[in-house]
C-alpha cells in the first residue's frame, strides 16, 4: 500500500439508525469524521420545517440531533427516519408530503442526506473533489426478493452519484465489521458477527484470515445471514414500561364500584408514551382532554395526576431519555435511580438489574434464537463457531452478550467499536481499494 493517497475518497456507513462516514488520514490510515460537536456519528434523520424559504437544495431542513430535537421539541414539520428501509420499495420514487403543502421525493430525501454526509467530510479536511466512494450494504435490502434487493443497491448508488461521487463500490457490512478482527489473527477462521443496534438485531456467519484480506469481492465468505427486529428501543419501550411508567398508573387498577371487581387502568396511552414515534400523538388536544376526563378510573389519584403532568407539560421524550439512561446504566450489572424530577419534585424511581432481566428476557430470548437459527442456516454446529464479534449500540447489555455468548462456549468474544465498527472496517477497504 502507498504512503499516501492520491485519490479522493471516503467509506459512508449509511445505517438504518445512525451514520457515519471515514476519509483518507494519511499513511494508509484512515479516520472517522466528527459529524456533530464531539460525535464520529449522528442520526440517520431530517426534519423538514414547515415554515421557511427554499433554497438550491430545497425546503428547510435540519439533519441528525437538531432534526431529532426539533421534532421532540414540537416544531411544525415532518421527521423522516429509518430511510434505509425505503430502499427497493416502491416508495423510493414517490413524493411525500413534508409539511407547508410542500412535498419531496424520497430519493431526494435520502440524496440530501447523503449530501450533508459528503459535506461533512470535505470540511474536515477531505480532498477534493471527493468523488470516490465505498458505501456499506447489508447483507440484503430486501429479504428473500433478488430483484427488489439489487433495484435497492441500484437507488442507493444513484443517491450516491447524483450528490458528486461517481465511483461508487460497496461492501457488505457484517465483512466491514470484522475486518477489525481479520488484520488480528494468523489463519483462518469462522466468526458470527452480532450487529445489534437500535432497531435490528443481525446476525452473520463469516469466513475471515489473512489470506482473504485483499480479496475485493468478499460475498462468498458471508455463509448465513439472518436477523430479527428487536433491539435497543424495544429495549427501552420494555424498561420505560416496567420501570416508569408503573407510577404513573401502568397495569393499575380502579376503584372497586358496586361490588364489582376492579378495572385495569386502559393502557393505550402508556404504549404510545413508550413507543418514541408515537409519544407526540398524545399531546393533541382532543386525546389530552379525554385522558383529563379519566381520573375516576385510576384508584390511586396520584398516578392520574403525574400522567397529567406528562401530557400538559409534553415530559414523554423525557421519560424515554430516562428510560434509555437506565438501560445503559443497568447494562452492565447493577441498580439505579431514576431521577424523574422534571415531573414531580423528589420523585425517584429505583430500577434493579432484576427488573431490567424480566422485562428483556422474552426480547433477548428471540435475539439469542436469531443467532442460533443463523449459524443453522450456515450448516454449522455452535462448537465451529470460531469467535463472536459484538458490534452495535446494543451489545454493551450485559445480559444479551453473556446470553448470546452461552451458545458458543469454544467461541472467542471479541469486541468491536460499538457504533463505528461498521465505519471503520468499510474505511479499510475504501484504502485498499482506491490506493491500489
Known amino acids: 500500500m502507498t504512503a499516501s493517497f492520491p485519490a479522493s475518497f471516503c467509506a459512508i456507513d449509511f445505517g438504518t439508525s445512525n451514520s457515519a462516514i471515514a476519509i483518507p488520514a494519511g499513511a494508509g490510515r484512515m479516520r472517522l469524521v466528527e459529524l456533530e460537536p464531539g460525535q464520529l456519528t449522528m442520526p440517520t434523520a431530517v426534519f423538514y420545517f414547515a415554515e421557511g424559504r427554499h433554497d438550491a437544495d430545497g425546503p428547510p431542513r435540519a439533519f441528525g440531533r437538531a432534526a431529532i430535537a426539533a421534532y421532540v421539541e414540537g416544531t411544525d414539520g415532518r421527521l423522516m427516519r429509518s430511510m434505509k428501509s425505503i430502499l427497493g420499495s416502491g416508495l423510493i420514487e414517490q413524493t411525500t408530503d413534508v409539511g407547508g403543502g410542500r412535498g419531496a421525493k424520497y430519493f431526494d430525501i435520502l440524496a440530501g442526506y447523503l449530501k450533508r454526509l459528503r459535506q461533512s467530510a470535505l470540511a474536515a479536511g477531505a480532498a477534493a473533489p471527493l468523488n470516490k466512494a465505498v458505501l456499506g ?186 428510560a434509555e439512561a437506565a438501560k445503559i446504566a443497568v447494562s452492565g450489572g447493577g441498580d439505579t435511580v431514576i431521577d424523574l424530577a422534571a415531573v414531580e419534585t423528589g420523585l425517584q424511581i429505583a430500577l434493579g438489574e432484576r427488573v431490567a432481566v424480566e422485562a428483556l428476557d422474552g426480547d433477548i430470548g428471540r435475539i439469542v434464537a436469531a443467532g442460533r437459527e443463523t449459524v443453522a442456516q450456515a450448516g454449522l454446529r455452535p462448537e465451529q463457531i470460531d469467535a463472536l464479534y459484538f458490534t452495535g449500540g446494543s451489545t454493551g447489555l450485559r445480559l444479551l452478550a453473556e446470553r448470546i455468548a452461552a451458545d458458543y462456549p469454544r467461541a472467542a468474544q471479541v469486541r468491536g467499536d460499538r457504533f463505528a465498527s461498521v465505519a471503520t472496517g468499510l474505511g479499510l477497504h475504501a484504502a485498499r481499494l482506491f490506493a491500489r
Open 137 to 322: 450494504r447489508p447483507v440484503f435490502f430486501v429479504d428473500g426478493e433478488p430483484e427488489r434487493d439489487a433495484a435497492a443497491q441500484r437507488s442507493l448508488e444513484a443517491a450516491a452519484r447524483a450528490v458528486g461521487f461517481e465511483e461508487v463500490h460497496f461492501q457488505f457490512e457484517p465483512i466491514a465489521a470484522a475486518f477489525d478482527y481479520e488484520s488480528q489473527i494468523d489463519s483462518e477462521r469462522i466468526v458470527l458477527v452480532a450487529d445489534i443496534g437500535g432497531g435490528t438485531s443481525d446476525f452473520s456467519v463469516v469466513r475471515v484470515g489473512p489470506e482473504r484480506m485483499q480479496r475485493l469481492d468478499r460475498r462468498d465468505d458471508i455463509l448465513a445471514n439472518h436477523g430479527v427486529h428487536i433491539a435497543g428501543t424495544d429495549f427501552d419501550r420494555h424498561i420505560e414500561l416496567a420501570g416508569i411508567l408503573r407510577e404513573f398508573g401502568y397495569r393499575s387498577f380502579g376503584p372497586e364500584r358496586a361490588g364489582a371487581p376492579a378495572r385495569e387502568v386502559p393502557s393505550g396511552i402508556y404504549f404510545d408514551l413508550a413507543t418514541w414515534h408515537l409519544i407526540n400523538t398524545v399531546y393533541s388536544p382532543a386525546r389530552v382532554a379525554e385522558l383529563r376526563q379519566m381520573k375516576s378510573f385510576y384508584g390511586n389519584p396520584l398516578h392520574h395526576q403525574r400522567l397529567m403532568t406528562v401530557l400538559e407539560e409534553r415530559l414523554g421524550h423525557e421519560l424515554a431519555g430516562r
